[in-house]
């Protein structure tokens, strides 16, 4: 198998991300995400980084054992 081979057989996902900060709590910024799948137009809205950072643990891994 070649290097053009290996690429075809490459797995990835891809999203547009959106971040934005809604006010503050305790002195610290809170972030708020949202992710869009081009190909399907999925929109997925995360209410702060760690749901957002959860979520893409969770893709990666239902990716990797598909």
Known sequence: MDEQDDARHETYAAYML?????GSQGGRPLWRAS???PA???RFVFGDL???FAFLGERTRS???S
Do not use: K
């Not at 959106?18 to 809604?22: A, K, P, T």
């Open 63 to 65: 990716i990797a054992e």
């Open 50 to 52: 760690s749901a957002l």
């Open 18 to 22: 959106r971040l934005w900060q809604s």
């Open 35 to 37: 992710l869009e799948e």
């Open 40 to 42: 399907t137009g999925e």
